[in-house]
Structures are given as C-alpha cells and as structure tokens.
C-alpha cells in the first residue's frame, strides 16, 4: 500500500521560504514509471499543480512559479522536497504531495499539510 | 496557465445522472487524452477517480464514467447515491509539459 506523508513547518513568515518533504512509504521514488509532485489548494480554492520530479532529478515546473519553487528528490530516503522562496500571504494553502502515474494521474495523495503565511 | 472550467454546482436526486463539464483549449484537453478526474469530499485529500478520460481505476464504482469531445471532458455520476457529494475536480496534461487543474464542481444530492 503506496502512503504519502507531508512533513514541514505551518508557519512561514512572509518573504522567508517555505519547505516542505514528503516521505513515501511502500513504494520506491525510484521507480521509472512515476513522478513526484507536489499540488497546494488555497483556502475554498481550486487544486494547483506545482511541479514534478523523476527519479533521475529532472523536474517540471509551473510556469507561474518557476522562479520561486524548486523540488528535489533524495532516493536513498525515499523522499522528495518542495522549497518555496519569498512566499507571501498568496501562498498559504494545504500542501499535498502526490504521485504521477506516467502521464494518467495523480493516483496517490498525501493527507495534505497546511501552510500559513503571517510574520 | 488559466484553470480548466467547470460549473460551480450540479445536484440531482438520489437514483438520477449528473453530468460534470470540463472545459479547456487545443493546448490541453482538446489535444491529449491525458484527462483525469478527482473526488474531494470537504477536509479529505483528493481521490483518483478517472484516467485518460474514460478508465477507472480498481476500486471506482462504475457508475462513475468519464468522455471527451474536442476541448471539453466530462465525468457522469450515474445512480446518484448520497455518499457522492463532494467536489469534483478534473485535470489535464497540457503542451508545456505541466498539469492544469478545473476550478471545481460541488455535486449536492439532493
């Protein structure tokens, strides 16, 4: 059974950078047919999708935020992170980390962490 | 990258179908069948309910099927049952390489 679990700070002061890890359990992340993603969903707000990364440590980015985000894996802890640089009140959300199966959906889920921002 | 579009609400009664739009561009939905879809009742994480547009995962009752036509998917919930109120989201692969998430239907029963 593939469980995700979000782990990190729920108070970020504003302009400081958010960080969060996800450790996977009954799984691998360095399985080839998966990525790694991480997807936040403000408070009564739709889903966003942040990026991904393989085993291998390529990653994709959202557009909107590629200046700011940076997602890295570390295989030997079966674990991946998320930093967030100069985060705003704009950033506080529920953070999930979830898998990608290929290129069909985010099959499994994190219970999602919440991340305030307020100095 | 703008959200892909849904209704805000659908609601029907027990027994009866409900039909979830997603509406999105050639650069997305219209050019991949990489649409998924998501259940979220209110406090819980979302649920993989739907792939590549019409495949249910192990486990989705199938009542629960999925369709596209151009740039628009849609999920229809057949035999309404009370259990499935919750937000729906749906999701796409996009020309960029990235995902882009719809901004949500809540399903009431009625």
């Known amino acids: 059974q593939v469980q995700l679990q979000e782990s990190g700070p729920g108070l970020v002061k504003p302009l400081e950078t958010l960080s969060l890890t996800c450790t996977v359990s009954g799984d691998s992340v360095s399985g080839g047919s998966f990525y790694w993603s991480w997807i936040r969903q403000s408070p009564g707000k739709e889903l966003e999708w942040l990026g991904h990364?393989?085993?291998?440590?390529?990653?994709t980015y959202s557009p909107s935020l590629l200046s700011r985000v940076t997602i890295s894996v570390d295989t030997s802890k079966s674990q991946f992170s998320l930093n967030l640089s100069s985060v705003t009140a704009a950033d506080t959300a529920v953070y999930y980390c979830?898998?990608?199966?290929?290129?069909?959906?985010?099959?499994?889920w994190g219970q999602g962490t919440l991340v305030t921002v307020s100095s | 990258q703008s959200a892909l579009t849904q209704p805000p609400s659908v609601s029907g009664s027990p027994g009866q179908s409900v039909t979830i739009s997603c509406t999105g561009t050639s650069s997305d939905v219209g050019s991949y069948n990489r649409v998924s879809w998501y259940q979220q009742p209110p406090g819980t994480a979302p649920k993989l309910m739907i792939y590549?547009?019409?495949i249910r995962p192990s486990g989705v009752p199938d009542r629960f099927s999925g369709s596209k036509s151009g740039n628009t998917a849609s999920l229809t919930i057949s035999g309404l049952q009370a259990e499935d109120e919750a937000e729906y989201y749906c999701?796409?692969?996009?020309?960029?390489?990235?995902?882009?998430f719809g901004s949500g239907t809540k399903v009431s029963v009625l």
């Open positions: 990364i393989y085993y291998s440590g390529s990653t």
């Open positions: 999701s796409s692969y996009t020309s960029r390489d990235t995902y882009v």
């Open positions: 590549e547009v019409s």
């Open positions: 979830a898998r990608l199966w290929g290129r069909r959906g985010f099959d499994h």
